[in-house]
């Protein structure tokens, strides 16, 4: 079974700062590895995907994240923080031609003006 | 413009009174999903279909039930069964099992309270 945990339920940060979010899984298996973005009141917009290519996976919105299997993480980080980023963050895992998705609890962000 | 579509955005419902949420994809994907979300807990896997006239409970299906008639629609019926329905329903597609690295793309959801 896939699990995921997400350290910090609640992120702020200045305008212009780091954004980190961190994401660290469990797996039996080779994970796929994926964070998704929600605004207020919305559904979730995929932001990016580990497949097991390239560790390192640029995404949407200047997001990237890193798949490191050593310590069983793929935490998401964007390097100037803007309002717009502002929404709660999901990683998920699942494996290879698998339907089920897990997610973890989500990391909601608050950037400061 | 292909995408997931959910009808309608918010719901009220009474106490013992089933309700239908809807879900619509025109994206041409095999596989369907229904998840409920709560504040603090993340999504949680109600209902799956893979394929046409098929379909599968997740990890909380109890008073609640889908059918899977058309490849495009997959509507979410939440029953008097349901304890506590109050919840964020999200509907998601993606094209199907044995595609490998399954994505799944997410409707707006619906927003459903009960009175």
């Known amino acids: 079974a896939q699990s995921v945990t997400q350290l910090g339920s609640h992120v702020s940060v200045s305008e212009g700062a780091l954004v980190l979010l961190r994401c660290n899984y469990s797996?039996?298996?080779?994970?796929?590895l994926f964070w998704y973005v929600q605004y207020p009141n919305q559904g979730l917009q995929l932001l990016l995907k580990?497949?097991?290519?390239?560790?390192l996976v640029k995404g949407i919105n200047g997001f990237e994240a890193e798949f490191k299997k050593s310590e069983t993480s793929f935490h998401l980080t964007k390097p100037s923080a803007h309002m717009s980023d502002a929404a709660e963050y999901f990683c998920?895992?699942?494996?290879?031609?698998?339907?089920?998705?897990?997610f973890g609890a989500g990391t909601t962000v608050t950037v400061r003006a | 413009d292909g995408g997931i579509t959910q009808s309608p955005k918010y719901l009220f419902r009474k106490e013992g009174q089933n309700v239908t949420l809807s879900c619509e994809q025109n994206?041409?994907?095999?596989?369907m999903y229904w998840y409920r979300q709560d504040p603090g807990q993340g999504l949680r896997l109600i209902y799956y279909?893979?394929?046409?006239?098929?379909?599968q409970k997740g990890d909380i299906a109890e008073g609640y039930s889908v059918s899977r008639e058309k490849k495009e629609s997959f509507p979410l019926t939440v029953t008097s069964a349901q304890k506590n329905p109050t919840a964020f329903y999200l509907c998601?597609?993606?094209?199907?099992?044995?595609?490998?690295?399954?994505?799944?793309?997410f409707g707006p959801g619906t927003r459903l309270t009960v009175l």
């Open positions: 998601a597609s993606s094209i199907g099992p044995g595609q490998g690295t399954d994505t799944q793309y």
């Open positions: 797996s039996s298996v080779p994970p796929y």
């Open positions: 580990y497949t097991s290519a390239a560790t």
């Open positions: 998920a895992v699942t494996r290879f031609n698998d339907y089920k998705l897990s």
């Open positions: 994206l041409n994907h095999d596989a």
């Open positions: 279909s893979q394929i046409v006239n098929d379909f």
